[in-house]
C-alpha cells in the first residue's frame, strides 16, 4: 500500500463530504466534522511515513536498544565492560556519501580519534569513488545503504524500489566484500510498502533520534550545540558527509563539529560506535 494513495484518498474523501453537505445531500453538523477527520486521517498517514521516528509502517529502528541483533559473539567484548559499553553507547551516523575531499576528511578524524561511525551510502556515489568505501570498510566504519540513485521511496514504484535497492546492495558488497545489513531510506521516508521492500531485501531500516539538519547551512558551532544539546544515551546521530543529488555543498562545518563532538561526547562518559560494533556489544553482553 501506497501512502500517497490512502493520503489522496482521504483528502478526496474530506472535498466530496464538504460537497454533499454544501448540497444538502448530507447535515452540515455531520459533514463538517466527517471532513475534518479524514483530512487529519489524511495528514496522520503521511506524518507516520515522514516523520522519523515510530514504528507505525514496520520496524523501524531510532535509538540503538531498537537495533535487532542476532547470531553468536564474535568473543572481542564480553561481560561487565559489554554492558558498561551497552548502556552509554552513541552512533555517528553520516548519510549521502562519499564525496571528496569531505569524507576523506571525516576518515581521518574518525581515524585519529579512533571510533568507528556508520555511513548510509548513495552507492552511485560509490562507484565513482569506490576507493573511499574501501578505505571505510577496511578502517572498521559500518556501511549502510542510502540508496543507488537518490530519490524518494514513496513516489517510486514497487520495481523501482526494488530495482534501486537490489543494485544499491550488489554495488556496496561488490566493493566492500561484506553483505550488507542496515538501510537509511532517502529522507527517513518509509510507508508499507516502502517497508515491505526492505524486508524482500533483507536490510533492517534505520533512522535516527538525533537530527541537527547539518545540511541547512548552519556553522560548525551551531552543529555542536545542536547535537550536544539532544544527545543521551542510546542515540543515533544523523550527519551528513555528502550533499545528494547535485553534490555541490560544503560539508566542511559537519567535519570541523566532529573532533569537538566526539571529545565532548567522551567526556560526558558516552561510547562512540558503529552499528556492527553495537550489534557486537549487545551479543557480547548477552553471554
Ligand atoms: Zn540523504
Not at 52 to 62: A, D, E, I, L, R
Request: proline letters at 6%.
Amino acid at each position: 500500500m501506497r501512502v500517497l494513495y490512502l493520503m489522496g484518498a482521504f483528502y478526496l474523501a474530506a472535498l466530496v463530504l464538504l460537497w454533499a453537505g454544501r448540497l444538502g445531500k448530507l447535515s452540515r453538523r455531520t459533514a463538517l466534522p466527517a471532513s475534518v477527520l479524514c483530512l487529519l486521517a489524511g495528514s496522520g498517514v503521511l506524518a507516520a511515513a515522514t516523520l522519523p521516528f515510530g514504528s507505525g509502517y514496520g520496524p523501524t529502528v531510532t535509538k540503538l536498544a531498537d537495533l535487532p541483533v542476532t547470531g553468536p559473539a564474535a568473543g572481542r567484548m564480553q561481560g561487565d565492560n559489554a554492558i558498561s559499553l551497552r548502556e552509554n553507547a552513541v552512533a555517528l551516523t553520516f548519510d549521502d556519501g562519499p564525496y571528496p575531499p569531505y569524507t576523506e576528511r571525516l576518515l581521518d578524524t574518525l581515524k585519529e580519534k579512533q571510533i568507528h561511525a556508520t555511513f548510509f551510502l548513495v552507492a552511485s556515489q560509490a562507484q565513482r569513488y569506490p576507493e573511499l568505501v574501501q578505505r571505510m570498510a577496511a578502517e572498521g566504519h559500518t556501511v549502510g545503504l542510502h540508496a543507488f540513485r537518490h530519490r524518494d521511496f514513496l513516489k517510486l514504484t514497487a520495481e523501482e524500489r526494488q530495482n534501486d535497492l537490489a543494485l544499491g546492495k550488489k554495488t556496496l558488497a561488490a566493493i566492500t566484500g561484506k553483505e550488507l545489513r542496515y538501510w537509511r531510506p532517502p529522507h527517513g521516508f518509509r510507508d508499507p510498502s516502502v517497508m515491505q521492500a526492505a524486508a524482500e531485501q533483507n536490510l533492517t531500516v534505520v533512522n535516527w533520534s538525533v537530527i541537527p539538519r547539518d545540511w541547512t547551512g548552519i556553522d560548525k558551532q551551531e552543529i555542536y550545540n545542536r547535537v550536544m544539546d539532544k544527545t543521551e544515551a542510546g542515540a543515533i546521530i544523523l550527519l551528513h558527509d555528502g550533499d545528494s543529488p547535485f553534490y555541490r555543498a560544503s560539508r566542511q562545518p559537519t567535519v570541523d563539529a566532529v573532533a569537538p563532538l566526539i571529545d565532548s561526547l567522551r567526556k560526558k562518559g558516552y561510547h562512540l560506535v558503529s552499528l556492527d560494533e553495537y550489534a557486537e556489544i549487545i551479543r557480547g553482553s548477552e553471554r
